[in-house]
């Protein structure tokens, strides 16, 4: 799942405040030439408005661009003949939270200083793996225990991702080893707001408020 913060399909790109008047005068015609050249090689996406904002301008777009539509756009804004390209930063996409579950995961610690996995070593987890290359967690990673008798976890992570999820689609479904154990990354909802007691292992009261 992913938050939909974003309703609209955005690019962003950076420059000064110079440019960005000169910009704006003729936006009509610049988003008349841009959609001109993405109909040219067959894309299916155009631009609808572009305005601005204190960064610089934001190009508002018929549907989630691609590479290659973004790197048309930028082409074109960079080579406006009024435009001073040095100050014309690199377009950047709206980045929203995807959320996912690692599933499989040992739920007691190795380090004998602590009983449980904690953020820290799901932290060192996502380093040590490949498959998590590129990728950055947007919020601390709560370790569930799957159930009272159970040994094993499930591990929350929230990640900074683009409007086409592109970053949650390639670890959905994605397995890696941990120790003698086989994870394997899941779709999830938002993370659970529901306590969990470490005493009794129950839901719906924390530990300190545990009456057993």
Not at 78 to 91: R, T
């Amino acid at each position: 799942m992913t938050t939909k913060e974003l309703s609209r399909k955005e690019i962003i790109i950076p420059m000064s405040s110079e440019n960005t008047m000169k910009f704006m005068k003729n936006s009509s015609l610049y988003i008349a030439n841009i959609n001109r050249l993405l109909r040219n090689v067959k894309l299916e996406v155009l631009v609808d408005f572009i305005q601005s904002d204190q960064m610089g301008i934001t190009v508002v777009t018929s549907k989630v661009v691609s590479q290659s539509d973004l790197l048309i756009i930028e082409n074109y804004i960079k080579n406006v003949n009024n435009i001073d390209s040095q100050s014309v930063e690199a377009p950047q996409l709206p980045q929203s939270k995807s959320y996912l579950k690692i599933i499989g995961i040992f739920y007691f610690s190795h380090d004998k200083s602590q009983e449980c996995l904690s953020s820290s070593d799901v932290k060192n987890i996502i380093k040590q793996n490949q498959i998590f290359d590129n990728v950055v967690l947007a919020s601390k990673s709560p370790v569930i225990k799957v159930s009272p008798k159970s040994d094993m976890s499930i591990i929350w992570i929230d990640i900074w991702d683009v409007q086409s999820r592109s970053k949650a689609k390639s670890l959905i479904n994605q397995c890696f080893n941990m120790g003698r154990y086989i994870t394997t990354i899941r779709e999830a909802n938002m993370n659970p707001s529901i306590p969990q007691c470490k005493n009794c292992w129950k839901w719906g009261h924390a530990t300190m408020s545990c009456r057993i």
